[in-house]
């Protein structure tokens, strides 16, 4: 779990071939403390590109095993379309991380819920981190972490990051989501009825427009709250029937994608390894 | 959508709760108050005001989010908790 | 079936499942004590909230000055030393006069000033920053001043930036970020200039201890050092007073707009954790500023030996450039060495006042760093009067950003003309505050 030294540096590791795990959250939740602890020195931040978005990537070792831990930016929800709850969708969305750690504020659990929720409706391999679980305890909340696991289908590890409590118990959980021998089984949101047919209709009409295994619910409700870029690619022209849906090698340049900042690329390495620090004063123009 | 009774946010005293019945913001504003927990049913606390008036500290959720009076003169509430 | 209202049921259907789960896997007891509203109360009552500020500012800003001082002393005599060694080696290698200059005299010693003078304040300053940001004061600052920044159209988180800026301004410039809004980011990334950063401190305290503690006037340390840490503070207050009076006007001439929605999260006070303040705020902060420090000053310190070694026409290049600048440097209080000083200096502002030095001894070599007495007796012999210091101080405060700093702009901003606007807008304001305050000292009979 410690750090693995300076000269394992963020591109080379971002390219190598070790689990990508992102850390998504909250503001104010203790996630910096947790990437810190987990990644010692081994990180690095950059830009993304074309954002002034900060974000940092490092490297962690836990029983002998590297991962390349991704620090997403700190936003309350997935949805309003600012550029961190751009950044962050989209990693999770096409960075397909092998396991998604959120970081919960166990003292604002409600709020902090609703991002997880949000988190699980893009992807399953997720982890919850029950962060600041003792400042909770002071302030009078007695937390059953096996019925929240229950209720969300996925695996919750109570934590101090602040004295590194609960993180080896967390690593333990991110490797066994990415070599398969953790299944989740998130139970989806339901939304009123008529959401949900719209829902339906939508996702029918982007999968012939994405590579198998978008995560088509989470994009048709971003398209439901009017996301822009979404909007665009339902409004572009739809493949001719009968052909197969795009799989696999993003596609040239060129070809008609929606938007730049849209490319349903299936594991956009770049994202991490473009903003290397050498690399990060080519950003702007 | 202003129910009967409601009041805007930015009314309620220090001190005073209430329940957040709609919601008059619009565009991301709206998303945004509606992420950080000013769903209808929540109950919101007025915890203070900042030395000058403005802005004022309300309790959502379980945390504590600071708002300028005309943003939250978008949040209705009713004052029965 | 209108967007607004399916986003609005779909935000709230999560929120009553997120309700659900609260429900089901949370009990309430009763909590324990928690003392952040007691705190709190304190930090946001106009009557001790304000004063409080003032006091942790000018605290922090004398802890760093007094605290700096033996370490930079030691590190100035170790480089001394080594100095010493190193020029022995050079002579025993054979080499000729003008290597032992440039990279003695001019490499070597601006080096040694930069780290000397700058290394200590800030591994005082940035865990003083860090332990302040950990304990979760500064989100309490920008809820107290909110009000001001609104009423100069500007974000109140601008004053977490201005903190920020206080250690460095290419930091406080990248930690723009935090405002959402792109026009009062702009106003945050253009004004912060006039928080002043580290590098400028210590010509800022030195000056003062001059000026205001006595010039040397057989003052002790401490009386002295309180002194110098008042007169720095209100220095720093005039940068502030300045930075709301440019957002105000940048708010209704370039940057027009209204007020942006506003939100800030108040965290809980926090135990901070003393020693990862320590690492984080000596790695990420100290070490990062000081590493690009040295990078710039190195080369500077060569390029003005060069400029106080090569004559033409009699005198060197740095006495024609300072006599160039003379007629300008006249009317803003101070003279043509003091203003070709701050135009050689836009590499790192802490080199400003050694390459004055040099050039007012003549030795065409930045000095060692010696006493304040000693110091101040150049100073008087080369005409500076308590004018002169004054008028020294608001350029520094007030004048272009260094080249890190101009460079981040660029690369925030990703702008050229913004940039340059960084580079012009503070240069107009110290150039016309400047000359105010000659043209009043000079009338009143000061200077």
Not at chain 3, 158 to 181: H, K
Not at chain 3, 221 to 237: D, K, M
Not at chain 3, 301 to 329: D, E, F, K, R
């Amino acid at each position: 779990m410690a750090s693995d030294g300076l000269f394992r540096t963020g591109p080379r590791a971002a390219s190598g071939s070790h689990p990508v795990v992102a850390l998504a959250g909250n503001p104010n939740t203790g996630k910096s403390t947790v990437f810190n602890a987990l990644t010692g020195l081994a990180q690095h931040t950059g830009n993304w590109p074309g954002k002034t978005v900060r974000t940092a990537w490092g490297t962690a070792r836990h029983r002998g095993r590297l991962y390349t831990l991704v620090d997403l930016p700190g936003t309350y929800s997935l949805l309003a379309g600012s550029a961190e709850e751009e950044v962050a969708s989209d990693f999770l969305c096409h960075g397909r991380p092998d396991a998604t750690v959120v970081v919960a504020d166990a003292t604002a659990l409600e709020r902090n819920l609703n991002l997880v929720l949000q988190v699980l409706e893009v992807t399953g391999k997720v982890v919850v981190l029950l962060n600041l679980i003792d400042e909770a305890r002071r302030k009078g909340y007695d937390i059953d972490v096996g019925v929240l696991a229950e209720g969300l289908g996925v695996p919750v590890v109570p934590a101090v990051a602040r004295d590194g409590r609960g993180l080896p118990e967390l690593m333990d959980t991110v490797a066994a989501l990415c070599d398969g021998s953790l299944v989740t089984h998130p139970r989806p949101v339901v939304y009123p009825p008529d959401v949900e047919e719209s829902l339906r209709r939508l996702e029918a009409r982007l999968a012939g427009r994405l590579p198998r295994g978008a995560p088509l619910r989470w994009l048709a409700v971003r398209a439901l709250c009017g996301d822009a870029r979404v909007l665009r690619l339902l409004a572009g022209p739809a493949p001719p029937p009968g052909s197969p849906a795009p799989a696999g090698p993003a596609p040239p340049p060129g070809s008609p994608l929606p938007s730049p900042g849209f490319s349903p690329v299936v594991r956009p390495r770049p994202a991490v390894s473009r903003t290397s620090p050498e690399t990060k004063r080519s950003a702007g123009p | 959508m202003p129910s009967p009774g409601s009041v805007p946010l930015h009314l309620l005293p220090p001190g005073a709760a209430a329940k957040v019945v709609g919601m008059e913001a619009g565009g991301p504003k709206r998303r945004r108050l509606l992420d950080l927990g000013f769903v209808p049913g929540a109950v919101v606390e007025v915890v203070r005001r900042s030395p000058f008036g403005d802005p004022t500290a309300y309790a959502i959720k379980g945390s504590v989010i600071a708002l300028r009076r005309e943003d939250a003169a978008g949040i209705l509430v009713r004052g029965d908790v | 079936m209108t967007r607004t209202a399916d986003a609005d049921r779909i935000v709230a259907a999560l929120y009553e499942r997120a309700g659900t789960l609260h429900r089901t896997a949370v009990t309430r007891r009763v909590p324990g004590r928690d003392l952040t509203p007691v705190i709190d109360s304190i930090l946001s009552s106009p009557l001790t909230g304000f004063p409080l500020m003032l006091l942790t500012l000018g605290l922090v800003i004398w802890v760093t000055v007094a605290g700096a001082n033996y370490p930079s002393e030691v590190l100035a005599r170790a480089f001394q030393a080594g100095e010493r060694v190193l020029a022995a080696a050079l002579s025993a290698v054979g080499a000729p006069a003008w290597a032992g200059g440039f990279l003695l005299d001019g490499v070597y010693r601006g080096l040694a000033w930069v780290i000397a003078v700058m290394l200590p304040p800030m591994a005082i300053f940035f865990p003083c920053f860090t332990l302040l940001e950990d304990l979760g004061y500064l989100p309490r600052i920008a809820f107290s001043l909110d009000a001001v920044f609104k009423k100069v159209g500007a974000c109140g988180r601008q004053a977490l930036t201005m903190g920020m800026g206080l250690g460095c301004n290419a930091a406080g410039v990248v930690s723009c970020r935090i405002i959402d809004s792109p026009r009062e980011r702009m106003t945050a990334i253009l004004t912060n200039v006039f928080t002043v950063c580290n590098g400028r401190f210590p010509a800022l305290i030195t000056l003062a201890a001059v000026f205001a503690g006595g010039a040397g006037a057989g003052r002790s340390a401490a009386g002295g050092g309180a002194a110098a840490a008042l007169v720095v503070t209100a220095v720093v207050l005039t940068g502030a007073v300045v930075t709301l009076a440019v957002s105000w006007l940048l708010s209704r001439t370039l940057l027009r707009g209204a007020p942006s929605f506003f939100v800030l999260e108040l965290p809980p006070f926090r135990r901070p954790r003393l020693g990862q303040v320590l690492v984080r705020s000596v790695l990420d902060r100290t070490l990062f500023v000081l590493g690009r420090a040295v990078t710039v000053a190195a080369p500077a310190g060569g390029l003005v030996w060069v400029l106080a070694n090569t004559s033409v026409g009699g005198s060197t290049l740095l006495a024609h450039l300072a006599g160039w600048l003379g007629p300008a440097g006249a009317a803003l209080g101070l003279d043509g060495f003091i203003l070709a000083a701050f135009v050689l200096g836009l590499p790192a502002n802490e080199i400003v006042l050694p390459i004055l030095l040099m050039s007012y001894l003549s030795t065409g070599a930045m000095v060692e760093v010696g006493s304040l007495e000693a110091l101040g007796s150049i100073l008087a012999a080369n005409g500076w009067t308590g004018l002169t210091a004054l008028c020294f101080m608001l350029f520094s405060l007030l004048h272009w950003p260094c080249a890190t700093t101009l460079l981040t702009i660029r690369k925030e901003t990703m702008s050229a003309r913004w940039t340059a606007a960084a580079a012009l807008l503070p240069t107009a304001v110290a150039a016309v505050v400047c000359a105010a305050v000659a043209a009043a000292g000079r009338l009143l009979g000061v200077g």
